[in-house]
Each structure stands twice: as C-alpha cells, then as structure tokens.
C-alpha cells in the first residue's frame, strides 16, 4: 500500500474536503521520508520551521475526567503545559505516550493532523501561526503533510487562537 493509500490519510482527506477544504484536499503531499519533527519538515519543505504546525497531543485532566487535547503549535517554539492549563481549565495537564495519541486520533506520533480522528478533540491554535501566509500540517502518516493557513486551521478544528508559548523562541514577544 502506498502512502497516499493509507487509511488515516484517506480520512484526513475525507474531513478536509467534507470541511470545504478541498483545496487542502488535493494538496496532501507525500514526502519521500517520514518527517516526525518540525525541523526535518521544514527542511522537506523548504519553509520556515515556524510555518509548520505540530500536532502535539496532551493528556487533559480535570478531576477525575481525563481527555485529549490538541495543540496546533509553530514549530519554531515549544508549548507551555501550564499555560495550556490555564487555558482550558485543567487541572494538569501532561504528555501523552504513542498508545494515548493513536487511540484518540487514530494516527501516529508524527502524523497527527488536525482532523480525521474518531471524535473531535478540544483544540488550541497557536496565534504564531497567523504570521506565515501558508501552514504546513500532518495528514495522517509521518510522510504526508498539506498547506493551509492559521484561518484554516481554526475554522477546520472549531479549535481556540491561543498563544500556547509563554516562552517564545521564535523572536516575538
């Protein structure tokens, strides 16, 4: 099976174009190499490492609930576990291991793209994001990745604008 056949790429796919996304749709790419980090993307790419957005999952606990959250965040910096639960109102919130990430998303470590999962995750977008004409996201596999914009994001996910960094290092404040 190739890449672009794969099953979490099809239903990546599938959401952006049942989104109205279609443009996105037909501009999945397949890399020749698995790209699991925003530096080996942007290198792929030959983009800025900030116009990468990372899928990063997190385990989410209030109470005695716990539940995925996803951060759509620049690959030029790193997220604020704190900061992240205060603003979604966690308790704590912590990293997720490869088995927490598949079975809330459906997809790998390194490929998680924005949709596509079994059901809707609480969402961050990164504001940083806003500052690069094109976003870079998974599309399911290590190897796939397409465009979009940081309106695209939001409106794809239903997912918050936050800035998800307290401690920028990309340059901005």
Do not use: C
Not at 36 to 54: K, S
Not at 78 to 107: C, M, N, P
Not at 116 to 138: C, F, I, N, S, Y
């Amino acid at each position: 099976m190739s890449t672009i056949d794969h099953p979490s790429v099809a239903k990546v796919a599938a959401a952006l174009a049942e989104a109205g996304q279609q443009a996105a749709a037909d501009g999945i790419r397949i890399l020749p190499a698995e790209v699991r980090t925003a530096a080996q993307a942007a290198e792929a790419l030959g983009v800025e490492v900030g116009a990468i957005a990372n899928s990063l999952v997190f385990r989410s606990r209030t109470g005695d609930t716990e539940t995925a959250l996803l951060a759509l965040t620049s690959g030029a910096h790193r997220a604020d576990t704190g900061l992240l639960a205060s603003l979604t109102g966690a308790d704590e919130i912590g990293k997720a291991d490869a088995d927490f990430v598949r079975a809330h998303t459906g997809q790998p470590i390194g490929g998680v793209a924005p949709v596509g999962h079994p059901k809707a995750l609480t969402t961050l977008v990164d504001t940083a994001l806003r500052a690069h004409e094109v976003v870079w996201a998974a599309a399911g596999h290590p190897k796939s990745v397409y465009p979009t914009t940081f309106a695209g994001l939001v409106a794809l996910t239903g997912g918050t604008p936050a800035d998800v960094a307290g401690d920028r290092q990309d340059g901005r404040p």
